[in-house]
T-cell receptor, first 112, second 114 residues
Framework: GENVEQHPSTLSVQEGDSAVIKCTYS??????FPWYKQELGKRPQLIID?????GEKKDQRIAVTLNKTAKHFSLHITETQPEDSAVYFC???????????FGKGTMLLVSP | EPEVTQTPSHQVTQMGQEVILRCVPI?????FYWYRQILGQKVEFLVS????????KSEIFDDQFSVERPDGSNFTLKIRSTKLEDSAMYFC????????????FGQGTRLTVV
């Protein structure tokens, strides 16, 4: 089955800095890669996603890149703010059905 | 904006008891999922459900677990004889397209087995 590795497990940045979280996946059939933000005690919420026919996607301060050959994808947050502090999960679909395989998560801490 | 809703928000049960976790998916969605998240760990897939039957299940989803869509709106997860290690946050999710559309998550049910 699909295996998703995510790094780093924790990331501390100063407000205004950029943050990058990286994920790799194992199943070359995976074709959809969402990123979820989870604040403490709350539901995972989709913040951005990318499909395998696109190399990069941007939404204001958030961008995601995908390298299908290397089987890795990354989340980039620019001009970080304290409210960006949360756990971020990457995920991939193994194909067939939209079953998500999640990475272990990255706790992002943005200090004012 | 439509939401997936789950009840109860928190359930405490004794080991060996049966629990039923309830979910109301978004009304026009056809694909339903249960995930769980043990405290401090990643979200793990349990089961997917489409057209009134299980589409896929993980190795976590053993004979103690079952899912049902008893009517046109509810989707339930039953754990027959709970174990301490079943303590986790259980998330229901739904989507309206296979292969990569956004899965909308409910707010979760925190199950505590004592």
């Amino acid at each position: 089955g699909e295996n998703v590795e995510q790094h780093p497990s924790t990331l501390s940045v100063q407000e205004g800095d950029s943050a990058v979280i990286k994920c790799t996946y194992s199943d070359s059939a995976s074709n959809y890669f969402p990123w979820y933000k989870q604040e403490l005690g709350k539901r995972p919420q989709l913040i951005i996603d990318i499909r395998s026919n696109v190399g990069e996607k941007k939404d204001q301060r958030i961008a995601v890149t995908l390298n299908k050959t290397a089987k890795h994808f990354s989340l980039h947050i620019t001009e970080t703010q304290p409210e960006d502090s949360a756990v971020y999960f990457c995920a991939a679909t193994p194909g067939g059905y939209s079953t998500l395989t999640f990475g272990k998560g990255t706790m992002l801490l943005v200090s004012p | 904006e439509p939401e997936v809703t789950q009840t109860p928000s928190h359930q405490v049960t004794q080991m060996g008891q049966e629990v039923i976790l309830r979910c109301v998916p978004i009304s026009n969605h056809l694909y339903f999922y249960w995930y769980r998240q043990i405290l401090g760990q990643k979200v793990e897939f349990l089961v997917s459900f489409y057209n009134n039957e299980i589409s896929e299940k993980s190795e976590i989803f053993d004979d103690q677990f079952s899912v049902e869509r008893p009517d046109g709106s509810n989707f339930t997860l039953k754990i027959r004889s709970t174990k301490l290690e079943d303590s986790a946050m259980y998330f229901c999710a739904s989507s309206d397209e296979v292969r990569g559309t956004e899965a909308f998550f409910g707010q979760g049910t925190r199950l505590t087995v004592v």
